[in-house]
T-cell receptor, first 116, second 117 residues
Framework: NAGVMQNPRHLVRRRGQEARLRCSPM?????VYWYRQLPEEGLKFMVY????????ESGMPKERFSAEFPKEGPSILRIQQVVRGDSAAYFC??????????????FGEGSWLTVV | AQSVTQLDSHVSVSEGTPVLLRCNYS??????LFWYVQHPNKGLQLLLK??????LVKGINGFEAEFKKSETSFHLTKPSAHMSDAAEYFC???????????????FGQGTILTVHP
């Protein structure tokens, strides 16, 4: 039973390039979340998606960042025109449903983005 | 609104001695609370969770936490530390059930646990 799968695990981009981070949720999970961990900081919520819908994007920067979770395929976090400040670990998480007790959110191993 | 405060940024213990990592929370709803552990350059592993059932929650690797509503605390403990416990620990609160904030976990700043031989 594979967990949350993220790729690439490590990504290096030059300033101005685009970064695409992929996340395949756990089998049976239809809710995906993206979090960012900046150096020396805790994890911050970015976006919450269900299949083909963005539920909550209150943590996403207003520009250059976008996320999707299509009907088929992985969730994608896309960062356009990367800058050095985007260097961080990006964690994807998934859960089976919303509402009710006992609904655990499971995290992937993370994707480390370095902008040079 | 919800928030989490981890009272210690670093905790250092000797192997075989007890571990106490402190966490206080604030939540508008009856909270769901979690402790996650992160080893260097690794992902987050769930240690345990509280979701309005028993107030004393047992987790993996001998960790447990007690939910104390009167103190708004959810401290993590372990009777005897092991070298492999050295990692960063995050106390987490989740938004109210059913709303759009439900998936939004709020993380504490983390506590780095060091275990000395």
């Amino acid at each position: 039973n594979a967990g949350v799968m993220q790729n690439p695990r490590h990504l290096v981009r030059r300033r101005g390039q685009e970064a695409r981070l992929r996340c395949s949720p756990m089998k049976g999970h239809s809710h995906v979340y993206w979090y960012r961990q900046l150096p020396e900081e805790g994890l911050k919520f970015m976006v919450y998606l269900q299949k083909e819908n963005i539920i909550d994007e209150s943590g996403m920067p207003k520009e250059r960042f976008s996320a999707e979770f299509p009907k088929e395929g992985p969730s994608i976090l896309r960062i356009q025109q990367v800058v050095r400040g985007d260097s961080a670990a990006y964690f994807c998480a998934s859960s089976s449903r919303t509402g009710g007790d006992g609904n655990t959110i499971y995290f992937g191993e993370g994707s480390w983005l370095t902008v040079v | 609104a919800q928030s989490v405060t981890q009272l210690d940024s670093h905790v250092s213990v000797s192997e075989g001695t007890p571990v106490l990592l402190r966490c206080n929370y604030s939540s508008s709803y009856s909270p769901s609370l979690f402790w996650y552990v992160q080893h260097p350059n690794k992902g987050l592993q769930l240690l345990l969770k509280y979701t309005s059932a028993a107030t004393l929650v047992k987790g993996i690797n001998g960790f447990e936490a007690e939910f104390k509503k009167s103190e708004t605390s959810f401290h993590l403990t372990k009777p005897s530390a092991h070298m492999s416990d050295a990692a960063e620990y995050f106390c987490v609160v989740r938004g109210g059930a059913g709303g759009t904030s439900y998936g939004k976990l709020t993380f504490g700043q983390g506590t780095i646990l060091t275990v000395h031989p």
